[in-house]
């Protein structure tokens, strides 16, 4: 995200709480500026002075939120509304959320625009339709929210994750020969190159206010609607050697959607997506090989584990804030 946005000529500064410090992959590709600060925290202060409040911090994805979901609820939801009263309270003209098609839930074969309703089975997906829901009420003449709903993401990054859908086919076969599926692969998922999410924030950022103004926008392309299996499929055609195994048991998996990307295609002003899941699947491999990447190391890429194994060592407290603060990290403004 942040080298889409530096390269377009935009200032950028990081807020993190760093929960995924020390869970990097490949070689840096360069660092902005960072605040170390819990998302409950942020005040109007903090920022004063900001074009835009591009809010990305959560709880993510389902496995997580199911850890503890009162805690899932007041960082995806209270914490970024939050966040939002202090973007506006600050003068920040311009609030762009990181929502996701996830809030549609159990939803079927059916093709959904942003008028679909919502159905969400998690409370990953319930914090974001809640979100909406709330800071959508914030919008006047002077604060602009826009809410992307995005498609699960792919896509090498310096904090590689482990526990996405394409990310992990490709990061298991490499590492052990096997495509493994826990359902029986017949659920529809929309999928993102992180790449073009970020693309879609650039645009949201630079477009005209009344062309983004307080909406929705399903991101992604409406040609990468995938079936589990159908990506299965191409992770076993470009890694050399692997074999697709269907877990034992393993039944239709109630988290089912295909949607329609047409709104941003045509309507975010300057957007277009450029990847296809068949190049991530290979630009994936590819990273894993040259990095040598084993199946031990692949753990630590995986969310919910890191944030046990925090609570586990008493750093974090059953709230998820910092009992042992660790080292700062970059710069703070």
């Not at 939120?65 to 995806?76: H, W, Y």
């Not at 659920?187 to 005209?208: C, N, T």
């Not at 290979?282 to 031990?296: I, M, V």
């Amino acid at each position: 995200m942040s080298g889409v946005l530096t390269r377009a000529g935009h200032q950028v500064t990081g807020l993190d709480t760093f929960f995924y410090e020390d869970c990097r992959f490949g070689s840096e590709r360069g660092s902005i500026p960072a605040v170390r600060k819990d998302i409950r925290d942020v005040t109007p202060d903090d920022l004063r002075g900001y074009d835009a409040v591009l809010h990305l911090a959560a709880l993510s994805n389902d496995p997580l939120g199911t850890l503890d979901e009162r805690c899932t609820l007041d960082i995806n939801h209270v914490a970024s509304v939050r966040l939002a009263e202090a973007a506006k309270a600050a003068g920040v003209p311009r609030f762009l959320f990181a929502s996701s098609c996830s809030l549609y839930g159990a939803a079927g074969d059916a093709l959904l625009d942003e008028n679909a309703e919502f159905n969400p089975i998690t409370a990953y997906g319930l914090s974001k339709v809640l979100v909406e829901r709330d800071v959508a009420q914030l919008a006047d003449a002077r604060f602009s929210p826009i809410f992307f709903r995005n498609a699960t993401a792919y896509g090498v990054s310096p904090r590689l994750r482990a526990d996405i859908v394409v990310n992990n086919l490709v990061g298991v076969a490499f590492t052990t020969g096997e495509v493994v599926i826990q359902s029986d692969g017949t659920p529809w998922r929309p999928l993102v190159h992180i790449e073009d999410i970020s693309r879609a924030f650039l645009a949201g950022l630079e477009a005209p206010r009344d062309a983004i103004h307080n909406q929705a926008f399903n991101i992604g392309s409406t040609s990468e609607n995938y079936q589990i299996r159908d990506v299965a499929d191409m992770v076993r055609d470009v890694v050399p050697g692997c074999t697709v195994r269907y877990m034992e048991g393993g039944g239709p998996d109630p988290r089912c959607y295909r949607v329609s990307c047409d709104k941003a295609a045509s309507s975010l002003p300057g957007f277009r997506t450029e990847w296809t899941v068949r190049r991530g699947v290979e630009e994936l491999y590819e990273a894993y090989r040259t990095n040598g990447l084993s199946a031990e190391a692949f753990k630590q890429y995986y969310r919910l584990p890191r944030i046990q194994s925090h609570l586990n060592a008493g750093r974090l407290d059953s709230t998820l804030r910092w009992q042992s603060v660790p080292a700062a990290a970059g710069q703070t403004r």
